[in-house]
């Protein structure tokens, strides 16, 4: 008899040891690597979740296509993980996978592009772009530096190079540099096409431009990849970036504060990639049993140029070189 007890007692303890020691497992569904923005937040969310006591990461990179998402998600469901976290690559085609995972009570954690489905789907928060406001700034920025400089009545010459067709963060900000272009009717639009949101493409694409449109005064490129591949594009076509042609890229990575602080870029319109910072304290307090609304939280971003002071009526811009020591990413 006493035995049996100090088995059960044994057998106790092991299952209480071991549920206590047992790990959060926090699954990721990322895009791919297209551009400095995504490495920076996946590293971001690597090291956050990583350095968290208890807290393991599967990670799931899908190479840029939906196919791939679709399958790492099943196969999270399949693993049994504690929570979801999910950005998709275009915001359409996700109803289906998503309601699986609502239907696998797994809580899902919707963070940079949230999908079309959102308010048919449960999630329990959301951290994201606001890609029609950067969209907007980044061309009130173009028309109000002109107008600093005297240029505000003149006509110029202005392409926007698109991200990732379909993704929300190229239909956002693409809605959002088309309803700001009808403010400055001086910027005539002259060129619009996607560079897939990579330095590759961005390059190719210029260069397409280069030959194709008689004048190009104004690139609005819908992230900094892009721009930067622009700027390759541009010298090699014995231009100069930033004088010939103003350039504002989108995301405000470093290599994009080094091209401002050399004069080849004039602006970047911040797209935070660190969710980490969000993403922690969240799923802390969803395990202690706290709920959140289906509120999508913004962070809060700036605006970054050669010289500061460019109202855009939400916010005012920064010089790149007074704060590029501080940068994060
Ligand atoms: O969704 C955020 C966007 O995706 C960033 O602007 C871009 O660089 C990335 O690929």
């Known amino acids: 008899m006493k035995k049996v007890l100090l088995l059960t007692l044994a057998l106790v303890m092991l299952v209480c040891v071991s549920a206590a020691s047992a790990d959060v497992v926090i699954a990721f569904s990322q895009i791919g690597q297209e551009s400095d923005w995504r490495t920076a937040n996946t590293d971001d969310l690597r090291n956050a979740i990583e350095n968290h006591e208890g807290w393991k990461l599967v990670y799931d990179d899908a190479q840029q296509k939906q196919e791939n998402q679709i399958k790492a998600l099943r196969n999270f469901i399949t693993q049994g993980v504690d929570y979801i976290l999910f950005t998709g690559v275009v915001s359409t085609g996700w ?7 609502n239907e696998a009570e797994i809580p899902l954690l919707l963070i940079d592009r949230i999908p079309d489905c959102a308010d048919k789907i449960d999630y329990v928060a959301a951290f994201g772009g606001d890609f029609v406001e950067e969209g907007r700034r980044q061309i009130a920025w173009a028309g109000e530096y002109l107008k600093s400089i005297g240029k505000g009545d003149v006509d110029v ?44 493409e961005g390059q190719a694409v210029m260069e397409s431009w280069l030959k194709s449109i008689d004048k190009i005064d104004v690139l609005i490129a819908q992230n900094d990849d892009m721009a930067l591949g622009a700027i390759d594009a541009i010298k090699a076509a014995g ?65 970054f140029d050669m010289d500061g002071g460019i109202d855009l009526g939400t916010v005012k811009s920064i010089k790149a070189a007074d704060v590029i020591a501080t940068r994060q990413y």
Do not use: W
């Open 95 to 101: 109803d289906e996978v998503l309601k699986e995972v």
């Open 157 to 200: 010459n202005i392409v926007i190079m698109e991200g990732t067709t379909g993704a929300s963060a190229q239909t956002g900000r693409t809605e959002g540099n088309l309803k700001a272009l009808a403010e400055y009717p001086h910027l005539k639009l002259v060129g619009q096409q996607s560079g897939n949101f990579t330095r590759a």
């Open 239 to 303: 231009k100069v970036p930033g004088k010939d042609i103003i350039i504002v890229g989108c995301d405000s990575v470093k290599a994009a504060f080094d091209a401002i602080v050399a004069g080849e870029m004039n602006c970047t319109v911040e797209c935070t990639p660190l969710y980490g910072k969000f993403v922690v304290p969240t799923i802390e307090a969803l395990i202690r049993g706290e709920k959140f609304d289906k509120t999508v939280v913004h962070p809060e971003e700036g605006v």
